[in-house]
């Protein structure tokens, strides 16, 4: 039963967390849209099909039910709608694909800086979303490394936590992973970096048992230190940080917000460059891809982390959104945007049956990258859905 929970939660959040990102990606595009005079047939809670929608008519909403096309339904103005598949929303912008360029609240009328902006909107506010995230998140307490003792930091559940580990090392052999908690070593409470380093420098040959939090899962090690290169003393093999939970006032939180969603713009970038340029050479991408099925597992063990842990990891996931997004590739707004800049050099705009194929094209390799990512996926968690199964069918 208990799973059974776990795994019905991890869904569901799963499903609101994406939902948000997408939501307010569309958002951006609706309001910018609207305030250039741009008319927006429809703004959907979800996509299609529809269950129902408000229409205007004679200045009044009307509630209806069915999914007719938008552009069937007489409305005065944007039908706001309720949809089957709850995965974000969607706006539907007049003249987005090119049509109706001769009426003047079309999106294809507009001058370029202004449809540049429209296509932008929805990748700032993914932004805007990262910044309030992390923003919220320093002011409730977030996670962070401790480099000093200083008690005006007040840290919360202090704790030594592994971030790396070395090659032919104890740590190794063990299958230890970044982000483990050592506990205990001997049943002697860990609660600072010399309680490890200290401990086993004395330890050499010796089995030594440590107890591990990973995740909220507890587990027990034996090993025995050996003398690393590295230092020229016997150890374990690890990277080690202290870490805690620290709250912040407002005002510095929300510096902080606005440093920690540039840090994470650049983090992005870097993965984003180390993954072009590997797959270019032909080497190890260096990073492990996840797609939607790999997202859905990581939301479940960062649920159980704790709420300033999701709102972490909605941030990381806007940034990536607003950065995907936005790079010069056809079917994203960012190739979207490359099209109304090569409009603006050559003074026309390039002809609507060659940027449409482009964009399909694009999207067809985005749809191949999804299926194999996700296929990847699949088999990397197969027993998470393997439960989730035996759950439905038993």
Not at 98 to 121: C, H, N, T, Y
Not at 212 to 223: A, L, M, N, P, V
Not at 308 to 319: I, P
Request: hydrophobic share 50%.
């Amino acid at each position: 039963m208990i799973s059974e929970n776990i795994m019905i939660s991890t869904i569901i959040i799963f499903l609101v967390v994406l939902s948000i990102l997408v939501f307010v990606h569309e958002l951006g595009h609706f309001y910018t849209a609207r305030k250039f005079g741009v008319k927006c047939d429809e703004f959907g809670f979800g996509f299609p099909p529809r269950l129902c929608g408000w229409k205007k008519v004679n200045g009044k909403r009307k509630f209806f039910w069915g999914s007719e096309d938008a552009e069937k339904i007489n409305s005065e103005d944007t039908i706001f709608s309720l949809n089957y598949i709850p995965l974000g929303g969607f706006v539907k912008i007049k003249g987005e694909d090119g049509e109706s360029k001769a009426e003047p609240d079309s999106f294809g009328a507009q001058k370029i800086w202004k449809r540049i902006v429209i296509l932008a909107a929805g990748v700032t506010m993914n932004v805007f979303l990262t910044i309030i995230c992390l923003i919220i998140a320093f002011m409730i307490g977030a996670p962070q490394v401790i480099d000093s003792d200083d008690p005006a930091l007040q840290p919360k559940d202090a704790k030594v936590q592994i971030v790396s580990i070395l090659e032919n090392s104890p740590a190794k052999t063990l299958d230890l992973q970044m982000g483990d908690t050592i506990v205990s070593l001997d049943g002697n409470e860990v609660k600072k970096l010399t309680d490890v380093s200290g401990y086993l420098e004395i330890k050499e040959k010796v089995k030594v048992k440590m107890l591990i939090d990973r995740s909220g899962e507890k587990k027990e090690y034996e090993f025995e230190p050996v003398v690393l290169k590295e230092t020229g003393k016997p150890g374990l093999g690890v990277g080690l940080a202290k870490t805690g939970i620290v709250s912040y006032p407002w005002y510095k939180a929300i510096y902080l917000g606005f440093v920690g969603a540039y840090a994470m713009f650049i983090q992005i970038i870097v993965a984003f460059y180390t993954v072009i340029k590997n797959a270019l050479i032909g080497v190890p991408l260096g990073v492990d891809l996840a797609g939607p099925v790999g997202i859905a597992v990581m939301t479940g063990k960062v649920a159980k982390l704790g709420f300033v842990y999701v709102l972490q990891f909605v941030a990381m996931l806007s940034m990536n959104l607003a950065i995907i997004n936005f790079l010069p590739f056809p079917a994203l707004d960012g190739g979207r945007v490359i099209f109304l800049l090569i409009e603006k050099i050559r003074g026309k705009a390039v002809s609507q049956k060659i940027e449409s194929i482009v964009h399909t094209v694009g999207f067809a390799l985005l749809m191949l990258l999804f299926v194999l990512v996700t296929g990847k996926d699949l088999f990397k968690f197969r027993e998470f859905f393997v439960n989730i199964w035996h759950k439905v069918i038993g």
